[in-house]
């Protein structure tokens, strides 16, 4: 049962560009949630999601951020017009209906 | 709103000895749960052990037990026969009930270095 999965593990862009970050969760979770960790600092909350629909998105930043979940395909993060403030590592995790969430390795983003 | 403490940036132990790690929260909803991660220098984040609020018992997984205190608002994560390959970041994380659910965000603290001396 392969784990969840994140694509880039690494992605680098210029100033002004978008970043879009994709995760596929664990087979059988229906539920995804995006965490972004800043330098030396803990994971903080940014958007949770099940199929098609947003639950909760009270971490997201209100502009330039934006998270879907399709019915088919894996979730996106997609971050336009970067700044370099918006280095850092992002994490997806999945949960099932009720449980632990298990973690993405995680896409570090550097901007520059 | 949930706030998550973890007060020892650092910790140092000798291999194959027992290690502390506090963590403290606080938080208004009666149904919550508590998990600890380990994060290697490799970046990933490793799910390590829960423990719910209505859980009468500890709970422990290989190594590793929660020392979970309600009155005291405090979960503290032992490693018992510390090893080489504990040293990490490791942080206590708190998920709500999310309004009568039982899944929401994690609330994650500062964390806490571990190094592991031979």
């Known amino acids: 049962n392969a784990g969840v999965m994140q694509n880039p593990r690494h992605l680098v862009r210029r100033r002004g560009q978008e970043a879009r970050l994709r995760c596929s969760p664990m087979?059988?979770?229906?539920?995804v949630y995006w965490y972004r960790q800043l330098p030396e600092e803990g994971l903080k909350f940014m958007v949770y999601l099940q199929k098609e629909n947003i639950i909760d998105e009270s971490g997201m930043p209100k502009e330039r951020f934006s998270a879907e979940f399709p019915k088919e395909g894996p979730s996106i993060l997609r971050i336009q017009q970067v700044v370099r403030g918006d280095s850092a590592a992002y994490f997806c995790?999945?949960?099932?209906?009720?449980?632990?969430?298990?973690f993405g390795p995680g896409t570090r983003l550097t901007v520059l | 709103a949930q706030k998550i403490t973890q007060t020892q940036p650092g910790m140092f132990v000798q291999e194959k000895e027992a290690v502390t790690l506090d963590c403290t929260y606080d938080?208004?909803?009666?149904?919550?749960?508590l998990f600890w991660y380990k994060q290697p220098s490799s970046g990933e984040m490793i799910f390590l052990i829960y423990q719910g609020s209505y859980d009468q018992q500890n709970a422990t997984e290989g190594r590793y037990s929660l020392n979970f205190q309600k009155a005291r608002k405090s979960a503290n994560l032992v490693i018992s026969a510390s090893q080489l390959g504990d040293s990490a970041m490791y942080f206590c994380?708190?998920?709500?009930?999310?309004?009568?659910?039982?899944?929401?965000?994690?609330?994650f603290g500062q964390g806490t270095i571990l190094t592991v001396h031979p």
């Open positions: 995790a999945s949960s099932p209906l009720a449980g632990g969430q298990y």
């Open positions: 994380a708190m998920r709500d009930s999310a309004g009568g659910t039982s899944y929401g965000k994690l609330t």
């Open positions: 087979k059988g979770h229906s539920h």
């Open positions: 938080t208004s909803d009666p149904s919550y749960g």
